[in-house]
DNA sequence: CGGCGGTATGAAAACGTTTACTTCCCGTAT
DNA sequence: ATACGGGAAGTAAACGTTTTCATACCGCCG
């Protein structure tokens, strides 16, 4: 409880000193070695370090042993939420194993990311949790280099052989159960505005729209894609584009990314389209703004929980057993039923 | 670029052995210290690192230099839009000095944030900015024992004599202002739901509603201020009984925090009470899911950027200059206009 | 030609731990 | 009584840096 007077903080020597005992000793009661001390030692040097307000330095026991207690989540966008929420969760699982966890956040810049990788490698974490900037780097190579285990978080590389560890979700899957969910609802006329991304995975949801389509024997000339740039504009003029064909030729519409969906969205109010009167909707993802919105959308969502859960379990498994061969983990999608949807 | 055969990580010594020097060289050339080396030595040493890939250890450096490179940021409620864009800047504006920032999320519960802490100090990091979460204990006691410079954020603690340093804005005046906007407006049966909390900063706000209507000549009987926890169940009761009075006894509302106006808002629309025509509206905060709202809501929002600077700003600062007396910043808010006030 | 001052580098101690190795002690078997 | 074995603790080397101090070199002046 009582401070120290002296500038230095207190180190293990201290509390050595104040118990009576060697270095040694003080280092064996706290790290948990299978070590026996007598338990009127163990409790001496335990009652000497609470006095003095002793706390291990993480950095002096990394160095001669191994384990550093940090891992790192680098993610390109902090402030989507499917991110946040994944961020929130690893952090608490990982705590739960005795780690702290730095965020990063590299806002969809390449440079800036392998810049914070390079100072993640300088601290030496443990592992590491990445979900890439969009671009063609990949700098995963840096933490190959340094032997810094790690596992790919939803976004995967463009032009890699490499197989890395990840989690992600079935991007097929999810654009393929919102299509078929307004086919089972009535409707053939059906519009997919998404996002015209750089991600392989991504672009498998027009796949999976389409997919849905000839399931129902739709034919190539009943598609109606939309696809842009990820931003609210982009859905704006989507939507704008859409709704000059309301009724006629599109009577529904998969909002295919929340972004687009978010300008989409807005311009159906703007505009007093209604759903789903004017137009039914499906939106793939589950952004905070979902909730405030009326009559509710239906949502294709992610098992977050259940993905942040893996993410963390498969980082931690890899740092126990660095050469095993790399696992991929994809997981569906399920409906999220509102009241966005004519029969 | 060529990569290490051994299972050890690069070292300094490797580097000075490439390289044909002593390892003092070496450290010389990458700490930036003022001491001199021949330019081609300089470049030798560089090269070498560089061909080994060598990555300074910051663990290591740490422990006999002082600085550790690593910053933390701890809020209590990281879902939180605010709190999210506070860390986003903050991080990237350390970044800029150097500093890795580890982000953590005490999810209001003080008993994780006491083990986050402990766990931070035992990291031995060079400071903190701290966004407590809601109880009476105040836990920096901890920093202050290790000599951690720190920083509070937004929240301050209830029975503190101490003063810390502090970035925070001014609840009295954002619901002054709030207020005030509905008065202007010719609005005199103004209704107040807000946040019955533990912090005393933010019981400011009712004072605020209150000097606002004083202001006007209303009287203490003019008063309608609705209270209670902080969730989206509580708004949606107070909206409840906000609804029965309508128009006779209340024609405006200040919703004085956003997770009680979620629920408020939800059960306006859910019951057909529109905004501006049935009841006129500000809200205290800026939330994610404002945007989506349609009309747009008249909100008050906190000057987040600068706050952000400020708050990195006193810390790095703090950290140069230790002793100095704490600093107190208290920012104001301002309002951004939407349609959610009728005349 | 010896000494001196200044400059560029290297040797080694220090930082706070972990851990391999050693020592000490005591009980038991020979 | 001596040797042996094993438990409990201490000694000291190691980890990868930083930093203090020492040294080697060089040119110059006396």
């Known amino acids: 409880m009582s401070a120290q007077k002296t500038g230095r903080s207190v180190t293990i020597k201290d509390v050595a000193n104040k118990a009576g005992t060697s270095i040694a000793t003080v280092s064996y009661v706290f790290s948990n070695n299978e070590r026996y001390i007598r338990p009127d030692l163990r409790e001496r040097v335990l009652k000497a370090a609470a006095e003095i307000g002793y706390v291990k330095n993480a950095a002096a026991s990394s160095i001669r042993g191994k384990r550093r207690g940090l891992l790192a989540v680098v993610v390109a966008q902090f402030g989507n939420t499917f991110f946040t929420r994944m961020c929130v969760e690893i952090v608490s699982l990982a705590r739960q194993e005795g780690y702290v966890v730095t965020l990063c956040n590299s806002d969809e810049n390449v440079e800036q990311e392998r810049l914070i990788l390079e100072r993640l490698v ?144 807005l311009y159906f109010q703007d505009h007093g389209i209604r759903w789903p009167e004017d137009i039914s909707v499906v939106m793939i993802g589950t952004p905070e703004w979902a909730g405030v919105l009326r009559p509710r959308l239906t949502c294709i969502q992610r098992p977050e929980h259940e993905m942040a859960v893996a993410t963390a379990a498969l980082l931690l498994e890899r740092i126990k057993t660095p050469e095993a061969p790399p696992v991929q983990r994809i997981f569906s999608s399920s409906i999220l039923e509102g009241h966005s949807i004519r029969p």
Chains 1, 2 share one sequence.
Not at 196 to 216: C, F, K, M, T
């Open 122 to 265: 300088a601290q030496r974490i443990d592992g590491c949790i990445l979900s890439s900037a969009l671009s063609l780097e990949d700098n995963t190579a840096l933490l190959r280099q340094h032997r810094i285990p790690y596992v790919v978080l939803e976004r995967s590389f463009p032009n890699s052989t490499l197989q890395h560890d990840f989690v992600g979700h079935d991007n097929f899957q999810s654009a393929f159960i919102a299509t078929r969910r307004l086919l089972d609802a009535g409707h053939r006329r059906i519009a997919f505005a998404g996002w015209d991304s750089p991600i392989p995975n991504v672009r498998d949801r027009v796949d999976g729209y389409r997919a849905a389509l000839r399931e129902y024997g739709l034919a190539a000339d009943q598609e109606n894609v939309l696809t842009g740039e990820l931003s609210e504009a982009a859905g704006r003029w989507m939507a704008e584009k859409l709704s000059g064909t309301l009724g006629a030729a599109v009577t529904a519409v998969v909002l295919g990314h929340h972004d687009i969906a978010k300008g989409a969205l």
